[in-house]
């Protein structure tokens, strides 16, 4: 099984700045990588998909890169209602793990 | 408007069984694999179960494999998860999910259902 390591675990940020989260895959999982935002009591929600292509009606403050085994997200400027709970998956092969989240809050 | 509704969760004994059930429309069903995936209290995202547009494919978790079966009836536009033999650590919401397109992420995503299991 694919392996998703994300960094940090939590951050504290403010309105305004500029985050980047990381994920690493075990091994090499080429574009097959989505970022999803979670708040309580809601869906999961796409961000994005194939590494970096963003998923309909998702702010462009939103971007991801990377390809092989590491991956970016990155927020432009954090906004109130950005504050929630992301997650890298693979699609590459069954199972199609997550990684174990990042909890972004206010500071 | 594409959409996943979950069905069939509650409250039920370790050891007991609960069936989840997803109603789809908006899209054509069939054309789609679909997935199970589960949150515990205070945990992150879990896969539990692909089944593919067909339904002749059907992959686990290991944490689930000989206790859960996914399924679905392309007629009726429905997916299924029977869950046998459960346990505490069963507990979650469970979420219904497809593909954007095949092998990309999950949208849309069903609201979620919870299932407890407790004595």
């Known amino acids: 099984d694919i392996q998703m390591t994300q960094s940090p675990s939590s951050l504290s940020a403010s309105v305004g700045d500029r985050v980047t989260i990381t994920c690493r895959a075990s091994?090499?999982?080429?574009?097959?990588l989505n970022w999803y935002q979670h708040k309580p009591g809601k869906a999961p929600k796409l961000l994005l998909y194939?590494?970096?292509s963003l998923q309909s009606g998702v702010p462009s403050r939103f971007s991801g890169g990377g390809s092989g085994t590491d991956f970016t997200l990155t927020i432009s400027s954090l906004q109130p209602e950005d504050f929630a709970t992301y997650y890298c998956?693979?699609?590459?092969?069954?199972?199609?793990?997550f990684g174990q989240g990042t909890k972004v809050e206010i500071k | 408007e594409v959409q996943l509704v979950e069905s069939g969760g509650g409250l039920v004994q370790p050891g007991g069984s609960l069936r989840l059930s997803c109603a789809a429309s908006?899209?054509?069903?069939?054309?789609?694999?679909m997935n199970w995936v589960r949150q515990a209290p205070g945990k992150g995202l879990e896969w539990v179960s692909y089944?593919?547009?067909?339904?002749?494919?059907?992959y686990y978790a290991d944490s689930v494999k000989g206790r859960f079966t996914i399924s679905r009836d392309n007629a009726k536009n429905s997916l299924y998860l029977q869950m046998n033999s459960l346990r505490d650590e069963d507990t979650a919401v469970y979420y219904c999910?497809?593909?954007?397109?095949?092998?990309?992420?999950?949208?849309?995503w069903g609201q979620g259902t919870l299932v407890t299991v407790s004595s």
């Open positions: 999910a497809r593909p954007y397109y095949e092998s990309s992420g999950y949208y849309p």
């Open positions: 908006g899209f054509t069903f069939s054309s789609y694999s």
């Open positions: 089944i593919s547009g067909s339904g002749n494919s059907k």
């Open positions: 091994q090499s999982i080429s574009s097959y």
């Open positions: 194939a590494a970096s």
């Open positions: 998956q693979q699609t590459s092969s069954t199972p199609q793990t």
